[in-house]
């Protein structure tokens, strides 16, 4: 995969941001909000359904209490390295400590000719590369939550919760623009609908999706972005705290697409074992969903 001029970053290392609340609001992808509530439909068209519309309404309406009174704290870092592909894994090289290997997997699947079986490492150069993380929360939901429940309001501590993701996700957006710009996009200033239809050079795998099933990784990732101190935390699972919270590696490569690996088989659940540097009943329950 030809890497050409590789992009340097405009500085190593990490940054936080705590972008405002109205920030955040602006760049809501609307459309998944609906899908939370089981209502199907292309927003903005959807909101010609009397129960959308009033969904819409009420989940605004408690968005503007939220911003007023800031009840909501959005709490994020990204950051960039030094990094290079050995084969299959990516390797990070933090400044001032050792290189953190993280190991991929490769789609086995038959593709037609012409189409390549993916790798997260493709998008690595084999030398003189970066890659990015980020890691980005929206903190308070829970608390506000149970305030609702307190008085009985189940239907708005369900609401808190889903408004949260929403700034969450919007929040991972906001995260990766102002990456891309201190990256290789100084000038980037998309639209609001090419924002949401990813219509920009570079992606923003997570771990524990399509692309890198592995949730275990997140582990590695947190300690680059130092993450806890944001009061970011994972469980015994690897689910991220708070619940609204989002992260994953960040690729410049103006190649790089999104993809699933799918099925694999043992041999390369083996390789992989190996990789980590664990026994294949280690890593098997991270694989399930992918094991032939």
Not at 268 to 288: C, H, K, S, T
């Amino acid at each position: 995969m030809p890497f050409g001029d590789l992009p340097v970053p405009a500085f190593t290392g990490l940054r936080t941001v705590e972008p405002s609340l109205s920030e955040l609001r602006a760049m809501i992808d609307w459309q998944f909000f609906f899908l939370a509530w089981e209502l199907k439909g292309k927003y903005p068209a959807i909101l010609d359904m009397p129960e959308a519309r009033e969904l819409f309404d009420e989940g605004n309406a408690l968005l503007d209490d939220i911003v007023k009174g800031e009840l909501l704290r959005p709490r994020g870092v990204y950051g960039f390295w030094p990094a290079h592909s050995e084969g299959d894994d990516i390797v990070v090289e933090p400044p001032g400590g050792g290189p953190v290997r993280m190991p991929m997997l490769r789609q086995q699947t038959a593709k037609p000719e012409g189409r390549p079986n993916r790798c997260l490492a493709d998008y690595v150069a084999p030398a003189g590369d970066h890659v990015g993380g980020f890691a980005v929360s929206v903190h308070g939901a829970d608390t506000l939550a149970e305030g609702f429940q307190a008085d009985y309001d189940d239907y708005r501590a369900i609401m808190v919760k889903a408004l949260a993701d929403r700034l969450a996700e919007a929040f991972a957006e906001y995260a990766h623009l102002k990456a891309r710009r201190d990256w290789y996009e100084p000038d980037a200033d998309p639209s609001l609908e090419d924002l949401h239809a990813e219509r920009f050079r570079g992606i923003r795998p997570a771990f524990g999706y399509p692309a890198s099933p592995d949730h275990s990784l997140k582990r590695d990732l947190f300690g680059l972005l130092d993450a806890p101190s944001l009061g970011m935390e994972l469980t015994e699972s690897f689910a991220m705290t708070p619940a609204a919270s989002v992260s994953g590696l960040l690729f410049a490569h103006p190649g790089s697409r999104y993809f699933t690996v799918g099925r694999i088989g043992e041999d390369q659940a083996l390789d992989y074992a190996g990789r980590r540097g664990m026994d294949l009943a280690e890593v098997e329950p991270w694989l399930r969903p992918n094991l032939t």
